[in-house]
């Protein structure tokens, strides 16, 4: 009866210095205002009224069966994405492990000994004989340990635990959305380089014709062979890039397999035919900047870090106060031998309460320094946020750049088409001299190589969008990856 008045006055204290006790109070958090609408959008980029999902597989838009199945690929076997996969499934252990803070920890034990002595026993008729006698001694206990979570620091735990797994899931989403990106701009390099290629071997040819008709021309005595040396040194400067752009498309068809788990070169067979690019769809689907900024999975990474580090910080500050402890045991023991046996139970109840009253500010400085872990995350948010929509802007100026640009450069490509047919027809009559002809052709393969670099920078502008838009993860498909 004493024993649980004690336990009874101990319970009292700890509830009165959980009430005088001071919370910290949490501090606010400034989230920034998105704008209203992007400055980047015009007439050619719509903003669209899908919803965020549809941005969960924006490759799917582009109708190229090879890049959808190699993002596919790339989303399951990447290292990168196992890796991230790996932090996950360990950030959910540790958060079950916080969880699992807050209830009492049961343990069993069980001993067991046995002891066999011999004794000399002298008999009636004086004959001696050994008396063997065995003894021993079973037990087993339950022991319970319990920290009853008063100031609910160990809550505080838990929560950052939760929430520091909601981030490793968002980050997981940020490599999806990475991955997807960077394996469909290394495609559309790929195809870029292609075209180039093909642009770069009809000009040789065309450039062949026209120094076997200069030949034919000095063989003549109508020209001299200024104009052949002219026209040869025309067509091995045409020759000499081609190997340059074989090199860097086999190292784009390199980078895809490695993209995909695979070694570098599994996918030169499947690659290497020539093939156009994607399609450009006729409407994007740019959303507001507010949908943008829950659907990107950094802000969303970067908000549940301020909730982990704030939950911290009040776990810190809880350190300030008494911890509470109860404890027990139910214990049995069986004692067997010659002549005697016996069973005895044991049950002890024990409670505790500690406080520290002089650590030279250990505990203050450990508060400070959660404070300013906490204050890092706050702007670390913040500076997501800027950078997404940074971002979201950039990419939608670059997407009209080039689409204003590759308008431009249609008309090029057909004025100096026709220039330089014009120029030989009027060079192979006697009309105009070969220095025309030169220059028209360096200018047709210096058009029709530039609209292909520039359809390729819209394809891949266009992926950078989607990827500053958050594309690339459906919320969907990660509900339950954090827990509860």
């Known amino acids: 009866m004493r024993h649980h008045r004690t336990l009874a006055l101990i319970t009292a204290a700890a509830l009165t210095a959980a009430g005088c006790a001071s919370t910290r109070a949490t501090p606010a958090i400034a989230h920034p205002v998105a704008p209203a609408a992007w ?35 790339a989303l399951t076997a990447n290292p990168d994405v196992r890796m991230a996969q790996a932090r996950l499934r360990q950030a959910r252990a540790q958060q079950t492990q916080a969880a699992a803070a807050l209830w009492p920890t ?39 340990s319990w920290e009853p979570d008063i100031f609910g620091g160990l809550r505080q735990g838990r929560d950052g635990a939760t929430a520091d797994l909601a981030a490793v899931a968002a980050d997981l989403a940020g490599v999806h959305v990475s991955l997807a990106a960077e394996v469909a701009t290394t495609y559309a390099e790929l195809r870029t380089l292609q075209a180039r290629l093909a642009i770069a071997q009809q000009n040789a040819d065309s450039q062949a014709e026209t120094l076997e008709l200069t030949g034919f021309r000095a063989q003549a005595g109508l020209v001299s062979q200024v104009d052949v040396e002219q026209a040869r040194a025309n067509l091995a400067q045409t020759r000499a890039g081609i190997p340059t752009l074989e090199s860097s498309r086999d190292q784009a068809m390199f980078r895809l397999a490695t993209l995909t788990g695979a070694e570098p070169g599994a996918l030169v067979a499947t690659l290497s035919p020539v093939a156009p690019l994607p399609a450009v769809p006729v409407s994007l689907a740019v959303g507001i900047p507010a949908e943008t900024l829950r659907q990107r999975p950094d802000v969303q990474a970067a908000e549940r870090r301020i909730v982990a ?11 300030r106060y008494p911890t509470f402890g109860l404890s027990g045991t139910v214990g049995a023991e069986v004692l067997k031998g010659a002549g005697s046996a016996g069973t005895s139970v044991v049950t002890s109840l024990a409670s505790s309460l500690a406080r520290t009253l002089f650590d030279g500010g250990r505990i203050r400085e450990q508060i400070a320094a959660q404070d300013a872990v906490q204050e890092q995350a706050v702007v670390n948010y913040e500076a997501a946020v800027l950078a997404a929509l940074e971002d979201v802007e950039r990419a939608l100026v670059a997407y009209e ?47 029709q190589d530039s609209v292909a670099l520039t359809e390729g920078e819209r394809v891949s502008a266009l992926v950078q969008l989607y990827k500053a838009l958050g594309g690339g993860w459906s919320p969907a498909a990660f509900t339950g990856t954090t827990g509860s």
């Open 39 to 73: 400055h980047g959008t015009t007439a050619a980029t719509p903003s669209s009224t899908d919803p965020p999902e549809s941005l969960a597989r924006w490759w799917d838009r582009l109708g190229d069966a090879t890049l959808t199945t190699l993002i596919d690929r």
């Open 106 to 144: 049961v343990s069993a034990s069980g001993s067991a000994s046995a002891r066999r002595s011999g004794n000399r026993a002298l008999g009636l008729d004086g004959s001696t004989s050994i008396v063997n006698t065995t003894t021993g001694s079973y037990g087993g206990s339950l022991d319970a």
């Open 309 to 319: 580090e704030t939950a911290r910080l009040a776990q810190a500050d809880r350190r």
């Open 401 to 447: 750049a080039s689409r204003a640009r590759l308008a431009s450069l249609a008309v090029a490509v057909e004025a100096s088409t026709s220039a330089a047919l014009l120029a030989q027809s009027q060079y192979a009559a006697g009309l105009t001299d070969f220095q025309t002809v030169l220059n028209t052709e360096r200018t047709r393969l210096t058009a």
